[in-house]
């Protein structure tokens, strides 16, 4: 069983910077681990992704050069950079986890989420 609990939300000004975690329990190697969010009244969106076997990455284009996702395996946790925050990154933002994943972007293959961390941006 994984259990993910995310961490590091708040209340933040635009242009402002925000660092989230997720730490994993369980047997999350070789896991691909992703991070999505949804705004009030709005379907959940991919935002970024890592598989731990490379650390290869994935990003949405609405947060490419402004979020950084990374992990660290000693940890067993993962990060997320974000950077140059605009008032549309307000959402719950929630961990994602599974072990084998085709499409890093798709929600529903992923098994394991976290309870998800608020972050505000104002304008």
């Known amino acids: 069983q994984v259990q993910l609990v995310e961490s590091g939300g708040g209340l933040v000004q635009a242009g402002g910077s925000l660092r989230l975690s997720c730490a994993a329990s369980?047997?999350?190697?070789?896991?691909?681990m992703a991070w999505f969010r949804q705004a009030p009244g709005k379907e959940r969106e991919f935002v970024a992704a890592i598989r731990w076997r490379g650390g290869i990455t994935y990003y949405a284009d609405s947060v490419k050069g402004r979020f950084t996702i990374s992990r660290d395996n000693a940890k067993n946790t993962v990060y997320l950079q974000m950077n140059s925050l605009q008032p549309e990154d307000t959402a719950v933002y929630y961990c994602?986890?599974?072990?084998?994943?085709?499409?890093?972007?798709?929600?529903?293959?992923?098994?394991?989420w976290g309870q998800g961390t608020q972050v505000t941006v104002s304008s």
């Open positions: 369980g047997r999350t190697f070789s896991y691909a």
């Open positions: 994602a986890a599974n072990p084998t994943v085709t499409i890093v972007s798709n929600d529903r293959e992923y098994d394991y």
